[in-house]
């Protein structure tokens, strides 16, 4: 396969270590700061350097560009909207699940209150 230079990696190494494994590690930490009561602003910098480490294991591993400002961006971009999305699934299902008397879901990531 050919190195898409936007990427900093090609399509495949992409899809399977940055979506796939290194968004298993995302989803971890969103699950991780819900359950633990952290405001949701604490996944950019956690995100952040998931996708400096990330940037570097496709260098390490897999022979993609290291310094690759785009490939950086893209990959942090994407782990951020896992880990944002696990939190709030996770938080919504805390809440309803902790406080059953006063929230219901309103869907996969958001709890109203009860009769409203």
């Known amino acids: 396969m050919g190195n898409i230079s936007i990427l900093g990696s090609d399509l495949v190494t992409f899809i ?3 979506v796939v494994f ?4 995302a989803f971890m930490t ?3 700061l819900a359950v633990t009561w952290r405001p949701i602003w604490q996944v950019v910098p956690y995100s952040l350097l998931l996708g400096a480490a ?4 496709v260098y390490a591993l897999f022979g993609g560009e ?3 400002i785009t490939g950086y961006i893209i990959d942090t971009i994407v782990l951020m909207m896992i880990a ?3 939190y709030r699934a996770t938080l919504a299902r805390r ?3 902790q406080y059953p008397w006063m929230f219901e879901r309103s869907g996969l990531f ?5 009769g409203a």
């Open 84 to 86: 944002v999305g696990t």
């Open 66 to 68: 290291l310094l690759s």
């Open 110 to 114: 958001a709890w109203r209150k009860k």
């Open 16 to 18: 399977l270590f940055t």
């Open 54 to 57: 990330e940037r570097f294991f």
């Open 30 to 32: 969103g699950h991780a």
């Open 95 to 97: 809440m309803v699940v």
């Open 22 to 25: 290194a968004g298993g590690i």
